[in-house]
């Protein structure tokens, strides 16, 4: 049982920078690869990135790589992302979510990998 809740997320300006958080509400998410996903206004939910279970892998999107990084505090049970250099084309409601169906925590990326999601955190960037 894996509950994630989303904080972080707000209107801000094109080139700013923005700090998402995912923290574990239930059991702990540490041995768990984690991932971030977006949804925008009428478009598919997509992949942003995610990283796995002790931090040492991560995986990008191509559409955030060099602006966005993704990392994590197991000891807090906590899953980040920070956002730099944010675009219009970044605004969308971002989730985090865990993949627990198997007991090996690398890299994930397809939806249909994790099991486990939060409920998401709007960010909205202005020109």
């Known amino acids: 049982q894996v509950q994630l809740v989303e904080s972080g997320g707000g209107l801000v300006q094109a080139g700013d920078s923005l700090s998402l958080s995912c923290a574990g509400a239930g059991r702990t998410f540490s041995g768990y690869s984690m991932g971030w996903f977006r949804q925008g206004p009428g478009k598919e939910r997509e992949f942003v990135a995610s990283i796995s279970w002790n931090g040492l892998s991560t995986y990008y999107a191509d559409s955030v790589k060099g602006r966005f990084t993704i990392s994590r505090d197991n000891a807090k049970n906590t899953v980040y992302l920070q956002m730099n250099s944010l675009r219009q084309k970044d605004t969308a409601v971002y989730s985090c979510?865990?993949?627990?169906?198997?007991?090996?925590?690398?890299?994930?990326?397809?939806?249909?990998?994790?099991?486990?999601w939060g409920q998401g955190t709007q960010v909205t960037v202005a020109s």
């Open positions: 979510a865990a993949h627990t169906l198997t007991i090996w925590g690398g890299i994930y990326y397809r939806e249909n990998d994790f099991d486990f």
